[in-house]
């Protein structure tokens, strides 16, 4: 496993590990999926 993913511990985390413009993208989809389900709970699962 590589040590960049093994230290992901939060979807931020994860986030932070891309460029600039696909950190943008996943940060869009982040807020559609809590504006479509409110209640759901984010978890990073290891590999």
């Not at 809590?34 to 978890?43: C, G, I, S, V």
Request: no cysteine; proline share 6%.
């Amino acid at each position: 496993m590589d040590k960049q993913r093994a230290a992901i511990s939060s979807i931020d985390d994860y986030i932070a590990s891309f460029p600039d413009a696909v950190q943008r993208q996943l940060q869009e989809l982040r807020a559609t999926i809590r504006a479509a389900a409110p209640e759901a709970e984010e978890n990073v699962a290891p590999t």
